[in-house]
């Protein structure tokens, strides 16, 4: 059931990319830009992990690489569109989500819940907007969360999109950021 609803959002935001579309501003290089938004979300995203949940996040090496990658327990998924066209999978292990969530509920979690996913939801949306303002362009909007939970859950891209990986590690386990682009 989740396969369905991540290829379905997937697709749906594949649509809005054409590969002969610029995934960014037509007067800029997409190159730049791309790189841009990459640099905004590994700081977007050290910056929300350290204020809002108090964890400090460790950027590994990014690298370029289909969507089959490591295996996460629940997924947030959001959408650039306008001047900025790519979508984000925020992948967040169990530890990690739980640590972050006792922080916020007062209570360490025992199970992926409703509140864990919404928090999940919410952290995707705040690293989305925090590097939305980083970039500082017009015209770059933001579609609502998606979240997909459970063990061994893939999160796929169209096949005509790139992806860079952005790894991150911590004391309470790590967390990917996939950037699907054309």
Do not use: W
Not at 81 to 108: C, D, M, Y
Not at 113 to 121: A, C, I, N, P, Y
Not at 169 to 178: A, H, K, T
């Amino acid at each position: 059931m989740n396969e369905y609803l991540v290829a379905e959002v997937m697709e749906r935001n594949a649509k809005k990319i054409r590969s002969d579309d610029l995934a960014f501003q037509e007067d800029a290089h997409p190159t730049e830009l791309q790189q841009r938004l990459v640099q905004c979300l590994v700081d977007s995203t050290k910056t929300v992990f350290s204020t809002m949940c108090g964890i400090k996040l460790h950027a590994d090496s990014d690298s370029v690489k289909n969507c089959h990658g490591e295996s996460f327990q629940v997924s947030g998924i959001i959408g650039f569109s306008g001047a900025v066209k790519a979508t984000i999978v925020v992948s967040v292990h169990q530890n990690l989500i739980f640590s972050a969530a006792e922080t916020f509920l007062g209570i360490r979690p025992e199970e992926i819940d409703s509140d864990v996913t919404d928090l999940v939801g919410e952290l995707a949306n705040m690293i989305a907007g925090n590097a939305k303002e980083r970039m500082n362009l017009p015209g770059i909007n933001l579609g609502l969360p998606t979240v997909v939970a459970g063990q061994g859950h893939k999160v796929t891209c169209n096949s005509i999109l790139s992806v860079t990986m952005l790894p991150f590690s911590s004391d309470f386990g790590s967390l990917s950021i996939e950037l699907c682009t054309t």
